[in-house]
């Protein structure tokens, strides 16, 4: 049994991951800011945290962390002469000064454990260009960014990835796809021709924390249904 936290894990992609681990046998800790989450299931504690503050108390982890996972995203589409410094600045914030602020708090717990993964989350938007994409690009770049230059500087005792996905059916990306036509035209995007799914991204993340992955460190895994490389 393995201890993990997840920031976020009270919707969509987080909330999928933290009851998979749960169910599978690993006692999941996850954080909830807007949406509380009730569980029967007495390996999954809920624990309230607002990311865009700077005081983060972790008191309520165990001494040693074998898994951190930072899901809290937005997704904002705008042409790029209507984005405000300000917009740039709140998505850095959530997205990014906030994965690196809870990181460090529970960075000593992470080195205790033999067996280490971090995963965080970017977007196919980073490596592909999409029009009015500049906002969300950003921040999951500076993720991208981060992600390889951790990977180095904590192996071999700490694995870190990242897993870029396209559009996926979650609460996040739910007036993108709010109509069956929308979601039709979105789905004929993709190699694959369909949206992903969250249980599709849980999967991956559930294998980059576990020992199946133990040689794995440094990658941006993208699971996005053909779109990063695949041209139609």
């Not at 993208?222 to 779109?227: I, K």
Request: glycine share 6%; net charge neutral.
């Amino acid at each position: 049994m393995a201890n993990y936290l997840i920031i976020g894990g009270s919707s969509g992609i987080g909330k999928q991951l933290a009851e998979d681990l749960a169910n599978a046998g690993h006692q999941v800790y996850a954080t909830y800011c807007k949406t509380a989450v009730t569980t029967t299931n007495p390996l999954l504690q809920y624990h309230y945290l607002d990311v865009m503050t700077t005081s983060f108390a972790f008191d309520f982890l165990p001494d040693t962390l074998d898994g951190f996972v930072y899901c809290p995203g937005s997704i904002h589409l705008k042409p790029f002469e209507r984005i405000k410094a300000q917009d740039f600045a709140a998505d850095y914030q959530l997205q990014v000064l906030g994965a690196i602020q809870c990181l460090q708090a529970v960075l000593p717990r992470l080195k205790k454990s033999t067996q280490a993964a971090i995963v965080f989350f970017s977007t196919v938007a980073v490596q592909n260009g999409f029009t009015f994409h500049t906002q969300v690009a950003s921040s999951k770049g500076a993720i991208e960014g981060l992600c390889k230059a951790l990977a180095a500087e904590y192996a071999p005792n700490i694995r870190v990835n990242c897993i870029a996905p396209s559009l996926t059916d979650t609460p996040l990306a739910a007036a993108l796809i709010n109509t069956d036509a929308k979601k039709e035209a979105n789905a004929l995007r993709h190699p694959l021709k369909k949206i992903g799914t969250a249980i599709d991204i849980a999967n991956m993340a559930s294998f980059l924390l576990s020992d199946k992955a133990a040689w794995i460190t440094g990658q941006i895994m993208h699971v996005d249904g053909g779109m990063s490389s695949i041209k139609m």
